[in-house]
Nanobody, 125 residues
Framework: QVQLQESGPGLVKPSQTLSLTCTVS??????????WNWIRQPPGKGVEWIGY???????YYSPSLKSRTSISRDTSKNQFTLQLSSVTPEDAAVYYC?????????????????WGQGTQVTVSS
């Protein structure tokens, strides 16, 4: 059973960089053909795909967030990390990490086989 767990600060100040880590257990982030994604859902709004890091280490980001997004990984810890810079209150959301075995952006829950429970991020001074 693969488990994903998000961690990071729940409160970030405007203009700062949001950093969240997803710790994976029961499976490896280097498993062939796996894609490790970040997705978010702002309050009262729809789900938004942020980006992924593939098992190969290749990254791909949403065009609307690309200039502010970086996803990296630590294979020794089986973790991958999201950094979102220059945050504004519009970046407040529940952030999820999730796995799928297909490339490309996806927001449907069924597109992923495993999800983290999500972590709430507030942007406020």
């Amino acid at each position: 059973q693969v488990q994903l767990q998000e961690s990071g600060p729940g409160l970030v100040k405007p203009s700062q960089t949001l950093s969240l880590t997803c710790t994976v257990s029961g499976g490896s982030i280097t498993t062939s053909y796996s894609y490790w994604n970040w997705i978010r859902q702002p309050p009262g709004k729809g789900v938004e795909w942020i980006g992924y890091i593939a098992a190969t280490g290749t990254t791909y980001y949403s065009p609307s967030l690309k200039s502010r997004t970086s996803i990296s990984r630590d294979t020794s810890k089986n973790q991958f990390t999201l950094q979102l810079s220059s945050v504004t209150p519009e970046d407040a959301a529940v952030y999820y990490c999730a796995r799928r075995f297909d490339t490309g952006a996806a927001i449907a829950k069924g597109a992923y086989d495993y999800w983290g429970q999500g972590t709430q991020v507030t942007v406020s001074s």
